[in-house]
């Protein structure tokens, strides 16, 4: 509905126009600002405002038409608005990855997330970025962007190697009893034990007796967690399209460096090779090989940035921790001297979480050593409240909560005050003589028919169903899916009171309520499903 109606005007004023929502709902639906024209036009705003005005006033899309200190305010009409609820209801509602693959492609996106090291179970620092990286994903394949989802697997390297020598002494002290510490760099916590258990029933008892097969416990326990990782997303409903192995990549470190040379973007010094990222904003040059010819991490995150660049998509998004901040300027140094536009990365970070349970901090998982497990909390607290509640706030503030308050049944739960005016929709549906379903499928002309007249807090209520669109844009625009649950909750909240102020069932009224409450609905159900979140249609 915006987006027609932003057409509909720009093409009226033969000028691109910016609409906005006037602080008062009692001026129109739409505010139309001239102040930005009045340099272009040599008039004074309000001259300009009445000029729209008398331009717009005609339109059978708008019913009525104010100026007021510049700006002109205007109501959408009945049929206009008749009009956008039937074709909003024949929507076809999935993630329309299909849709992505026509020719109406926005723009191939390559959306890399997690990538945590599969060291250990994923914590609920990893969660946010998960959730936040799904449902961008989720609004922006919607919208028609052509996304692919990636999850890269930092397989190579100490922290690998660590994981080994973990599993290995804790097989030493479970399994032959020794009882000297665990050297400082290996991993804490119950799931190395289980590692170890698990290894010895899938390699034998021998896999222990020789430090030598810390390389093969390598590969085993990394297997082992990422197989846990992909169980943990899928609890909440995420799935990867691709996974790539940092493992696999180096192979291509050698044309990787050459491109490097090639492009005057590294030098020697003192037995090292240098990275010239200072050129690209960084504090300082960055080590990419050791004294001893061992490429350094950030060698295979270059790996990692080159072959993603090759495969030659429009844009790339990352989606990093907020302690990677300073990570950024080496990265998009190296695609600079790789010989590529840095400028098409966009790196999105996601600030971690503080958990509280009945205003106490949340008590670390044993099995993780010094995290809070994702899984725990989903197990607690149901994946669809996770999402929403990590969804709740921009990706890169702070976000603290109390799950106690997620198993609130009332307004001050987000999650269940959301679902509840979807169920109560969904109930008065069945309590009256009407199906959802056939107001869904109605031909357009039977659908308008009982809505030429609509009072206006039942028109009001419509037009913010309609603003969903709008909504969509802006929070994927913005990266910014925290819009839609704002939206949400404000849709929830009109519901709510139209509900209560308003007798809906056996009236003269009823079907033409009922006709707009499902438009409600779907637009509930559809921003829910955005977010990863089930409408429930019961409560």
Not at 472 to 499: C, I, M, W
């Amino acid at each position: 509905m915006t987006q027609t109606i932003r057409q509909i005007v720009d093409e009226t004023l033969n000028l691109s126009c910016v609409l906005e929502k006037p602080r008062d709902k009692k001026f129109g639906h739409f505010a139309l600002p001239t102040f930005s024209f009045a340099k272009t036009l040599r008039k004074n705003p309000q001259a300009i405002a009445q000029e729209f005005a008398q331009k717009l006033e005609s339109l059978p899309q708008i019913a009525s038409v104010n100026v007021m200190n510049g700006y002109v305010n205007f109501s959408l009409s009945n049929s206009f608005l008749s009009e956008c609820a039937w074709k909003f209801l024949q929507q076809d509602s999935s993630n329309q990855q299909a849709k992505t693959e026509s020719q109406n492609v926005r723009e191939h996106i390559l959306l890399e997330y997690v990538s945590a090291n599969p060291t250990g179970p994923l914590h609920i620092g990893h969660a946010r970025g998960a959730v936040f990286g799904d449902s961008l994903a989720r609004i922006g394949r919607f919208l028609g962007f052509c996304i692919t989802t990636e999850y890269y697997i930092n397989d190579a390297g100490v922290q690998i190697e660590n994981l080994g020598k973990s599993i290995y002494f804790n097989g030493r002290h479970l399994f032959f009893n020794e009882s000297c510490a665990l050297p400082e760099d290996c991993y804490k916590g119950e799931y190395v034990l289980q590692l170890a258990q698990e290894a010895k029933e899938s390699l034998g008892l021998e896999i222990f007796k020789d430090s030598s097969n810390i390389v093969t416990l390598s590969v085993f326990g990394k297997d082992k967690m990422l197989e846990e990782i992909k169980a943990n997303l899928a609890q909440v409903g995420i799935v990867f399209d691709n996974y790539v192995s940092e493992k696999e990549l180096f192979e291509n470190w050698d044309s990787t460096l050459e491109s490097l040379k090639e492009h005057c973007g590294v030098y020697e010094k003192e037995g090292k090779l240098w990275l010239k990222s200072s050129e690209y904003g960084d504090e300082k040059d960055r080590v990419i090989v050791r004294e001893n010819g061992e490429p350094t991490y950030l060698a295979g995150d270059i790996i990692y940035h080159r072959d993603k660049f090759i495969r030659s998509f429009e844009r790339y998004i990352n989606i990093w921790g907020a302690d990677h901040h300073g990570y950024i300027a080496r990265i998009k140094a190296a695609i600079a001297f790789l010989g590529y536009d840095s400028g098409k990365l966009e790196v999105l970070l996601s600030q971690m979480v503080a958990l509280l349970k009945g205003g106490e901090a949340y008590k670390m998982s044993k099995r993780a050593g010094n995290f809070i497990l994702m899984k725990d909390i989903v197990e607690e607290v149901g994946a669809d409240a996770l999402r929403l509640i990590f969804l709740s706030k921009k990706a890169d503030t702070h976000l603290e909560f109390d799950i106690e308050e997620l198993k609130r049944q009332d307004a001050s739960n987000p999650v269940y005050y959301i679902n509840y005016a979807h169920a109560r929709i969904h109930t008065l549906f069945a309590k009256s003589d009407f199906n959802i379903k056939d107001f869904e499928n109605l031909p357009q002309e039977k659908y308008i028919e009982s809505l030429g007249q609509m009072e206006e807090n039942l028109r009001d209520l419509l037009v913010l169903a309609l603003g969903l669109d709008k909504v969509l844009l802006d929070s994927f625009a913005q990266r910014s899916p925290n819009k839609v649950v704002d939206f949400l909750k404000t849709l929830a909240g009109e519901f709510h009171r139209f509900y209560n102020e308003t007798k809906i069932l056996n009236t003269a009224k009823q079907e033409q309520i009922l006709k707009v409450l499902v438009v409600v609905a779907k637009s509930l159900s559809l921003g829910l499903a955005l977010l990863g979140v089930t409408a429930k249609k019961s409560m």
